[in-house]
C-alpha cells in the first residue's frame, strides 16, 4: 500500500514540475500574476478575520458596558474607550453631536457633568441632527468594513478566468507546433498540454479558498452593519427619552 502511495505522490508532483518546466513565457507570466493575486487575497483574509474577530469581541464588551447602565452618556463621560469595536464609533459620534446640542462643546473636561446636570432638554428638531450624525458614522464604519473586499471579489472572479486564458493560450501554441510539424504524436503534444492546464489548476487554487473566505466575510460584515443600525435607533431612543423636550409636541395636541 505504501510502496504504491509513494509513487503516486512522487508522479503528482513531478508532474507539476514537469508542467512548470514546459510552460511558455505568457504561461508563467499568467502563473506570476496568480500567485501575486493569491498572496493579496490571503492578506486580505487574514486581516479581515482578525478585524472581525477583534470587532466581535469589543462590540460584546461595550454593549455589556452600556446595557447595565441606564445613563446613555455614562461611558461617554467616563473617556472610557473600546478601540476596535465599530458601535462604539457610532456611540461616539452620537455623543459628540449630543453634548454639542446640550452645551455647545463635546469637550468632556472637569465641569462637564456639572453643565449637562443643569443644560435644557434640546429640541426634536435638534435631535434629528444627532441622529444625522449617528447616520453617518454608521455609514463611514460600514465603508471601513466593507473596504479591501473588492480584492477577494476579484480572485474570486478572475482568477479562473486568467487561468483559463493560460490554458487556451496554451494549448493553441501546442496545436499551431502540431501544424508546423506536420504531423500529431502523443510523446509531442503532452509537454505543452500539461504545461497549459497547469495555469487553470493555479487559478482554481487562488479562487476557491478566496470563494470561501468572501462568502464569509461578506455575511458576517452584513451583520455588523444590521447591528449598526439596530444599535443606532436604540441609543437614538434612549437619548429621546432622557434629553429631548417634547412639550411643543404636546402642546400642539392639545
Not at 67 to 85: E, F, M, N, V
Not at 103 to 128: H, K, N
Not at 171 to 198: C, E, K, Q, R, Y
Request: glycine share 8%; net charge positive; with cysteine.
Amino acid at each position: 500500500m505504501a510502496a504504491t502511495l509513494f509513487p503516486t505522490i512522487f508522479l503528482a508532483s513531478g508532474g507539476i514540475l514537469f508542467a512548470f518546466d514546459h510552460s511558455t513565457l505568457p504561461g508563467k507570466l499568467i502563473l506570476f500574476t496568480l500567485f501575486i493575486a493569491s498572496i493579496f487575497s490571503w492578506s486580505v483574509m487574514v486581516t479581515k478575520f482578525r478585524l472581525v474577530r477583534r470587532a466581535q469581541t469589543r462590540r460584546a464588551q461595550f454593549l455589556e458596558s452600556f446595557r447595565s447602565d441606564r445613563q446613555p452618556l455614562r461611558i461617554y463621560t467616563d473617556r472610557t474607550r473600546y478601540d476596535g469595536a465599530p458601535v462604539f464609533a457610532v456611540y461616539r459620534a452620537g455623543c459628540r453631536e449630543l453634548t454639542f446640542q446640550l452645551l455647545g462643546s463635546a469637550e468632556v473636561d472637569e465641569t462637564f457633568r456639572a453643565r449637562l446636570d443643569i443644560a435644557q432638554r434640546i429640541s426634536p428638531a435638534q435631535m434629528r441632527v444627532v441622529t444625522t450624525a449617528m447616520e453617518r458614522a454608521v455609514g463611514e464604519t460600514a465603508l471601513r468594513l466593507e473596504s479591501q473586499m473588492i480584492l477577494l471579489a476579484t480572485a474570486v472572479s478572475g482568477a479562473p478566468f486568467l487561468g483559463l486564458l493560460g490554458t487556451v493560450w496554451g494549448v493553441m501554441d501546442t496545436f499551431g507546433d502540431v501544424a508546423a510539424a506536420g504531423s500529431a504524436n502523443l510523446a509531442a503534444m503532452a509537454p505543452g498540454v500539461s504545461a497549459a492546464l497547469i495555469t487553470t489548476v493555479t487559478g482554481l487554487l487562488v479562487a476557491i479558498p478566496a470563494m470561501f473566505g468572501y462568502n464569509y466575510l461578506v455575511t458576517t460584515i452584513r451583520a455588523m452593519i444590521v447591528g449598526l443600525d439596530n444599535f443606532a435607533a436604540e441609543l437614538s431612543s434612549e437619548f429621546e427619552h432622557k434629553y429631548v423636550d417634547h412639550g411643543e409636541r404636546a402642546k400642539s395636541w392639545t
